[in-house]
């Protein structure tokens, strides 16, 4: 089944589009993605292979997430994103279902360094590392990945309290926002950005209470992005905190 995936992965490769995603995505010298490889194949394709695909088994999959090729990789962490949800139904033994859970855990964190552009984090972290963490709490993991040097490895750590957001919690997303309000990357300043937003549409005076203490030292973006859903009258208020 693998090889007959990667063969229709490969006759979907489209020469322009990769060019066109190469450019997207950042590829060239000194960009944060410098050197990934593309095929050219969009991600309403990939997802359609997945789900026709979708008993690989984790363990198969990793073959992709390994590959060199960004739509491979996609294609991996989607598998292991269907494999993961599967383990929801009530119909699967609970052990079974913890097992493999904790099998695509084990997986990811042994490979992280493969998931090293931002769609990937942002389609695979929230379910993978974030239900992960709901189930399995390991605060230190965290702590390492939001220190890390690593671009990936620090949206990794904020991406992953999506899944804790969805329940209403959002000690973490703001703890580590907190953390990464002198971070210098602009893809993390639209992640946290985004998150805090996300905490907002749930919890308002929560999002209130973060700005009132960090507004005026948040990244432009971040604050941008964290009070889009708000009044326009409330944007300009908290914006205006904003040192030039």
């Known amino acids: ?36 490889r593309f095929l050219g194949i969009s991600t309403p394709r990939v997802r359609h292979l997945v789900r026709e ?15 060199t090729w960004h739509e491979e990789r996609l294609c991996g962490l989607l598998l292991w994103v269907e494999a993961w949800k599967a383990t929801r139904k009530p119909c699967l033994p609970p052990e079974e279902a913890r097992g493999t859970r904790r099998r695509i855990n084990a997986l990811l964190l042994e490979n992280l360094a493969f998931v090293n552009n931002w769609d990937l984090v942002d389609t695979a972290i929230p379910t993978l590392l974030g239900e992960a963490q709901l ?8 702590e390492r990945l939001v220190a ?13 309290t999506f899944a804790a957001i969805r ?33 907002g549409k749930r919890d308002i005076s ?21 009070i889009e859903k708000m009044e326009e009258k409330e944007r300009h208020g908290w914006m205006e905190r904003k040192h030039p």
């Open 53 to 67: 695909h979708r008993t690989l088994s984790p363990d198969a999959a990793l073959e992709l997430v390994r590959s």
């Open 1 to 36: 089944m693998l090889a007959r995936l990667r063969t229709q992965l490969q006759s979907l490769a489209d020469p322009a589009n990769a060019r066109l995603a190469a450019r997207f995505f950042k590829t060239g010298p000194g960009q944060y993605a410098e050197g990934d």
């Open 206 to 226: 929560a999002l209130r209470q973060f700005l009132s203490n960090h507004a005026g030292r948040m990244p432009r973006t971040m604050l941008r992005y964290s």
């Open 148 to 160: 890390s040097e690593n671009l990936w490895e620090r949206r990794c750590a904020i991406l992953s």
């Open 167 to 199: 329940q209403g919690r959002h000690g973490d997303t703001m703890r580590l926002c907190e953390t990464l309000l002198s971070d210098p990357h602009d893809l993390m300043h639209k992640a946290c950005g985004w998150m805090l937003r996300e905490v």
């Open 135 to 142: 189930e399995d709490p390991d605060p230190s993991l965290l």
